[in-house]
């Protein structure tokens, strides 16, 4: 399996502001993705992060508001940008490894926007 | 896109009684099937997994079984214990691209 490092693991913000989520993966996975759980729900996908190109977003998610970035096939970085409380959620990393054919999670990051 | 629908939304068993989820996915090409096991606080963990080649597949007490014709896979636990209570959550997922989850089953062992 792959180990996933989310940093920072939980942080509280201040609305207005941005926050960017780190993910490293300890091995080079060709797929990486970003969910969000808010708070009693399940996971929704906001993007894959594509390594030397720009993410893939999906339906209601935008990258002036998340904005992505993957400069290698371990790394991958999520902001939050211009927060509101509406924002306080899980953010989890999460990789396919080929190696496994599975998919893994990162252990999140609690976010909560006062 | 893709859809997932999972029920129930909270089941309740007596402990050693089983459990079942059931969910349903709407796109045909979806071929990796993953449960998921969400405890308070915590990430979600992989439980039991299963592919479109194979029709059921079986880890101790948790066991998966798929009908592609129908778009239905479910999960069941046996002998179900405590340590069982937790929020599930089936997926479907084309090779690992665009995992879509399920909406999640509460489930509750009453000792």
Known sequence: SAVISQKPSRDICQRGTSLTIQCQVDSQVTMMFWYRQQPGQSLTLIATANQGSEATYESGFVIDKFPISRPNLTFSTLTVSNMSPEDSSIYLCSVWTDSGNTIYFGEGSWLTVV | ???????????????????????????????????????????????????????????????????????????????????????????????GFKTIFGAGTRLFVKA
């Open chain 2, 1 to 95: 896109g893709e859809n997932v629908e999972q029920h129930p939304s909270t089941l309740s068993v007596q402990e050693g009684d089983s459990a079942v989820i059931k969910c349903t996915y709407s796109d045909s090409a979806s071929n990796y099937f993953p449960w998921y096991k969400q405890e308070l606080g915590k990430r979600p963990q992989l439980i039991i997994d299963i592919r479109s080649n194979v029709g059921e597949k079986k880890d101790q007490r948790i066991a998966v079984t798929l009908n592609k014709t129908a778009k239905h896979f479910s999960l069941h636990i046996t002998e179900t214990q405590p340590e069982d209570s937790a929020v599930y959550f089936c997926a479907a997922s084309k090779g």
